[in-house]
């Protein structure tokens, strides 16, 4: 078994100076989040649930998310576009980092990143076996 890969402590990095640069950066984050892959299935033990190229899956879908942000048909200036992409870089940083050092369960692991938004998607057979006045009763007293 390979050397655990140990993410360095990343401090506010200065703003993009453009596109090209920020492009760089989200490039180096995902490079560093798949490098992350392995210490993140140790720590959290999930060898048994999703495999290494899944999670690979979901972090690219998380990007790809973002990725209309450099749309060039926005009319921001570009300077607001790149504090934009730096801010979700920061957040993405923030996200690795705290589950790298293990400030998350197991549990919101497996319910962000493989049951949640990135691998299975939920599609809303919840309610298929129930009457209609069940599912009506349960949408009207859900607050």
Do not use: W
């Amino acid at each position: 078994m390979a050397a655990p890969f140990t993410l360095r402590k990343i401090g506010v990095p200065p703003n993009s100076a453009n596109l090209t640069e920020a492009r760089r950066r989200v490039f180096d984050f995902f490079r560093a989040a798949c490098r992350s892959i392995p210490t993140i299935m140790d720590i959290y033990n999930l060898q048994d649930v999703v495999a290494p190229s899944q999670l690979r899956f979901a972090i690219s879908a998380q990007i790809r998310n973002n990725a209309h942000v450099t749309d060039p048909k926005v009319t921001s200036p570009n300077l607001l576009l790149l504090q934009v992409i730096d801010l979700l870089l920061f957040k993405g940083m923030e996200e690795l980092t705290d589950i790298v050092d293990h400030a998350k369960q197991r549990h919101h692991i497996i319910g962000q990143y493989v049951v949640g938004e990135g691998l299975v998607q939920n599609t809303g057979s919840k309610d298929q076996g129930k009457s209609d006045f069940l599912k009506n009763f349960y949408t009207s007293n859900y607050f």
